[in-house]
C-alpha cells in the first residue's frame, strides 16, 4: 500500500501532498490525524477493515448481476400492488425523447445550453393545464406528497391561517411527510372517513371546520380508490369559511372523471407517475400543482413557472421564467419555500405522454381501468370468505378486498400467491388496524382477462385449502 503521506487519490480532491499539507497548516494542525482526535475512542475502529479483494470490471458485473438476479419484479410476477406507484404502460417513445441527451437530467437539460427545454417545459404545462382545466401548473415537484404540503403550505399564506383538515384516508405515509412539510406553520387535522362507503364523512367536516380553517385537503380518486363523489359539498363547506379546497387526483382517471376545478377546487395537486414514467423503487416520481391565473396563486407558487411570449421578430416565440422574482432562485434565504434540484424530466415525459394519447386516448385508457378492476372486484369478492370492504362506494384502479371471513392473514396470503408468481395487493393491516385483514389491489390498462381469471383462481385455492 502507498504511504498515506505521498499518496494523491485520483479521484478525491485535495489529496496531493503539497495541497494537503497547505491546508492543514492553515487551520493549524499537522496531520490529518488530529483532524479525528474530536470523535469519542468508543466510536472509533481499532482494526484494519476487512475489504474482500478489488475485483476488475469483469468480476464485479457478474458479481452486481447475481445480486441483482435475486429480485423479483414486476415482468417476472404478475402484480397487482399500486398505492402510489402503479404498473401502467409506457410507450416506447416516452422512453426515447426523456433520454435525449439535451433533456436527461432532473433538470431536464443544461441550463446554459438550452435546447428546446424551457418550451417542452411549457408544452407539458398546458398539456397538463387542458387535462385538469386549470390555467397554470407548476415544473414538476418530487413527488404527489411534496406537490399536497406545497399546495397546503400555499394555502395558508394566502390565507393567513394555520389549520389544515385531511380525511383519515389520506396514505399515511403521504400524511406523514405532510405533516413533516408543513409543521410547525400548519396545523394538520383529520376527518373521520365513512365505514361503509369510504367517502369523507361530512357532517365530522362541519364539527371541524372553524375560521382558523386555511383549507380543506382530499383526493379523488383517494389513496383507497374510493371516487369522492361529494366533491361540490366538501368545497362549498370550505368556501363557506373562506378556505381554500385543495384536491389531489391521480390525472390518469381525469379522461373519464370530471376534473376537480369543476367541483370546486382551488388548488390540484396529485402525481405524474402514470403519465409514461416507469416504477421505481425510490425514483421515477413527480408531483404537480394547478391553480387559476390569479395573482393570489401565482405568486405563491415557490416553484418555476414557464410561459410563451413573442419576440422581435414577427411570427416568432420565446419561452421562459414567469413572475421569477417570486422564486427563492431570486428572493434566496427570503423565498417563501426553498426550490432546488426537482423533476423536470418528468414533466417533459409526461408531455409526451399527454401528446401522444391525446383527449380519446385518456378517454379510453381511463375507461379499460374501471372496466377490469370492477371485473376483478366483482370476481374476487365472490370467492368465500372474502368480500370488498367498501362495497358501496365507487372505486377507480384500486379498490380494498377483505379477507378476515377467510381466517387467514393477508401477510399469509401475499407469501402463497408470490409462491404462485403473483404480487398480491398492499396488506393495511399495519396502517388501518381495526379494519383487521385488508389487502390495497390494483388493476390497470396493462392486466388482461387472463390476468384477472388467475389471480382470482389461485385466490381461491388458497381460501379453500386453508
Not at 415482468?75 to 404502460?89: I, K, M, S, T, V
Not at 366538501?234 to 387526483?249: R, T
Not at 425510490?282 to 408531483?287: L, R, V
Not at 407469501?415 to 381495526?434: A, H, V
Amino acid at each position: 500500500m502507498a504511504d498515506n503521506k505521498t499518496y494523491a487519490h485520483p479521484y478525491i480532491p485535495n489529496t496531493v501532498p503539497e495541497v494537503r499539507d497547505a491546508m492543514l497548516k492553515e487551520i493549524g494542525l499537522t496531520s490529518m490525524e488530529q483532524l479525528h482526535d474530536a470523535i469519542p475512542d468508543s466510536l472509533k475502529l481499532k482494526r484494519e477493515m476487512d475489504f474482500p479483494p478489488a475485483m476488475n470490471e469483469y468480476e464485479l458485473r457478474r458479481h452486481i448481476d447475481g445480486l441483482l438476479a435475486k429480485n423479483k419484479h414486476s415482468g417476472d410476477y404478475l402484480n397487482f400492488l399500486g398505492a402510489g406507484c402503479w404498473q401502467h404502460f409506457i410507450p416506447a417513445v416516452c422512453d426515447e425523447i426523456n433520454q435525449r441527451s439535451e433533456f436527461v437530467t432532473a433538470y431536464a437539460g443544461e441550463p446554459y445550453e438550452d435546447h428546446g427545454r424551457f418550451q417542452a417545459l411549457f408544452e407539458y404545462q398546458s398539456l397538463l393545464a387542458e387535462l385538469v382545466d386549470m390555467d397554470v401548473v407548476n415544473v414538476p415537484t418530487f413527488d404527489w406528497a411534496q406537490a399536497a404540503s406545497t399546495a397546503i403550505r400555499m394555502a395558508g399564506r394566502i390565507t393567513g391561517r394555520k389549520i389544515v383538515l385531511l380525511p383519515r384516508s389520506v396514505d399515511p405515509d403521504k400524511a406523514a411527510i405532510i405533516r413533516n412539510y408543513c409543521t410547525p406553520v400548519m396545523d394538520i387535522q383529520y376527518v373521520d372517513i365513512d365505514q361503509v362507503t369510504g367517502r369523507m364523512d361530512l357532517n365530522d367536516l362541519r364539527s371541524k371546520l372553524s375560521d382558523d380553517t386555511a383549507a380543506v385537503y382530499f383526493e379523488n380518486p383517494g389513496y383507497l380508490g374510493i371516487i369522492e363523489d361529494q366533491g361540490a359539498e366538501i368545497s362549498e363547506l370550505a368556501h363557506k369559511i373562506n378556505a381554500i379546497s385543495i384536491v389531489g387526483v391521480d390525472p390518469i382517471s381525469l379522461g373519464v372523471l370530471e376534473p376537480p376545478g369543476h367541483y370546486g377546487a382551488d388548488i390540484i395537486c396529485g402525481d405524474l407517475q402514470p403519465l409514461g414514467m416507469h416504477m421505481n423503487f425510490g425514483g421515477g416520481q413527480a408531483g404537480f400543482i394547478a391553480t387559476r391565473d390569479e395573482e393570489k396563486y401565482v405568486m405563491e407558487y415557490p416553484s418555476r413557472l414557464f410561459g410563451i411570449v413573442p419576440t422581435e421578430v414577427e411570427g416568432e416565440y420565446g419561452f421562459g421564467d414567469v413572475a421569477y422574482e417570486r422564486t427563492s432562485f431570486a428572493l434566496r434565504e427570503k423565498g417563501k419555500e426553498s426550490v432546488g434540484t426537482q423533476t423536470a424530466l418528468w414533466g417533459i415525459t409526461a408531455g409526451v405522454y399527454l401528446a401522444l394519447l391525446g383527449p380519446a386516448g385518456m378517454q379510453e385508457v381511463g375507461s379499460t381501468i374501471i372496466q377490469k378492476s370492477h371485473y376483478a372486484a366483482k370476481q374476487i369478492s365472490r370467492i368465500p370468505g372474502v368480500s370488498l370492504r367498501f362495497e358501496n362506494g365507487t372505486f377507480f384502479k384500486e379498490f380494498v378486498v377483505d379477507f378476515n371471513g377467510t381466517g387467514l392473514t393477508v401477510e399469509g396470503i401475499n407469501q402463497r400467491l408470490m409462491e404462485s408468481g403473483i404480487f398480491g395487493g398492499k396488506n393495511l393491516s399495519l396502517s388501518y388496524p381495526s379494519w383487521g385483514q385488508c389487502a390495497l389491489y390494483c388493476v390497470t390498462e396493462t392486466h388482461t382477462q387472463a390476468d384477472l381469471d388467475r389471480l382470482v383462481d389461485t385466490l381461491r385455492s388458497i381460501v379453500s385449502t386453508s
